[in-house]
């Protein structure tokens, strides 16, 4: 498991195994946006480093700490993926007038797509970045939202499906009621897409080449599949602004809580076992809501149903990109 600390002073990356229960540090960077870690094979780590005017996605070689730049681009690269074969890399790309695209990489081509440009950006919770490639690699999912932006052309807009074999458009959600789609993942075997919009949590399930409806009035945020494929890990937030983790069951048709505390981005490090984040009020601004983020992180029990804090802190954000799934 890949993780960021971040404090005022600068950030760093660790790589975390509970047969040690000591995170090891593998990368030390600046104070700015932390950087988030991904997996693209179970030796090697991908990472964004950003300056000023540049952004750089390296990779680190765990068995030789040998590092490098896979992307050198002008501008801000906000999300990136590599497939599960590691032959293709995408990645978003914000250039200095805050245009963005999206860069597919493969076979050493470069296909851009240009997107909708997205003015007055902020961080609140409905700001979602996601790339993603599908279980089987056939498809990339990118989700670039910004709740009531998305009324432009929804073919170049920030909500959308890929075939990877050739970079066409395999699905976009539908207008109208999915006119404002977001907080979307795959599941972790097949090629069915879960996604939110104004009826609920939806599903598109790619040899289906149609939408259905999973659960009605669910206005989730930050889902996360199980590794078998029962549960979907989301953050609620109930009618007095405050985040809980819940979980759905997929075979069951229904929500479950976990810790009544206030936790967020949770992810699943295996089928039994959830992390999340704790979160407490706001001392200040905060345009994520009445809270934020400790810093703390907790890992949840399905069968226990308890919580266990982990040693380690200043840790804002998970993802479930940052897991080795094996």
């Given at each position: ?14 790589l975390?195994?509970?047969a ?5 540090q593998?990368?030390?960077l600046g ?5 988030e ?11 964004v480093?950003?300056s000023?005017?540049?952004?750089r996605i390296?990779?680190?070689d ?8 896979d ?46 440009a997205?003015?007055g950006?902020?961080?609140g919770r409905?700001?979602?970045l ?12 990118m ?14 807009g ?8 050739d970079n ?9 009621t999915?006119?404002n789609a ?9 090629n ?5 919009d104004?009826v609920?949590?939806?599903?598109w ?15 989730w ?5 199980s ?7 989301y953050t609620?937030i109930d ?5 809980r983790?819940?979980l759905?069951d997929l ?6 809580t976990t ?7 949770p ?10 984040l704790e ?10 809501g009445?809270?934020?983020p400790s810093?703390k992180?907790f890992?949840?029990?399905l069968?226990?149903k308890s ?13 479930q990109l940052?897991?080795?799934s094996?």
């Amino acid at each position: 498991m890949l993780f960021t600390a971040s404090t005022t002073s600068g950030n760093e990356i660790l790589l975390y195994d509970s047969a040690s229960n000591t995170p090891q540090q593998l990368v030390s960077l600046g104070a700015g946006v932390a950087p988030e870690a991904h997996f693209v094979s179970a030796q090697k780590i991908a990472y964004v480093e950003t300056s000023v005017i540049s952004s750089r996605i390296m990779t680190i070689d765990l068995s030789t700490r040998a590092s490098g730049a896979d992307v050198t681009v002008s501008g801000y690269v906000p999300a990136f993926a590599y497939s599960h074969d590691g032959s293709m890399l995408a990645y978003l790309l914000h250039d200095s007038a805050n245009k963005p695209s999206l860069h597919v990489r493969r076979g050493g081509h470069e296909t851009i797509l240009n997107l909708n440009a997205i003015a007055g950006r902020g961080v609140g919770r409905d700001d979602e970045l996601r790339l993603e490639y599908s279980p089987d690699d056939k498809y990339l999912l990118m989700v670039d939202t910004f709740i009531g932006n998305q009324g432009q052309a929804p073919e170049t807009g920030q909500f959308l499906v890929l075939r990877t074999a050739d970079n066409t458009v395999a699905f976009l959600p539908p207008s109208g009621t999915s006119a404002n789609a977001t907080m979307a993942t795959w599941a972790r075997h097949s090629n069915r897409v879960f996604y939110r919009d104004a009826v609920g949590v939806r599903t598109w399930d790619t040899e289906v080449h149609s939408v259905g409806t999973l659960a009605g009035g669910l206005h989730w945020y930050d889902p996360a599949p199980s590794p078998d494929d029962r549960w979907l890990a989301y953050t609620d937030i109930d009618t007095q602004f405050v985040p809980r983790v819940k979980l759905y069951d997929l075979h069951g048709s229904q929500s479950a809580t976990t810790s009544p505390a206030p936790r967020s981005h949770p992810i699943f490090i295996t089928a039994d076992t959830i992390w999340y984040l704790e979160e407490v009020a706001c001392t200040g601004e905060c345009m994520g809501g009445p809270s934020q983020p400790s810093g703390k992180v907790f890992a949840y029990s399905l069968t226990s149903k308890s919580e266990t804090s982990l040693p380690f802190s200043d840790v804002h954000s998970l993802s479930q990109l940052s897991v080795f799934s094996g």
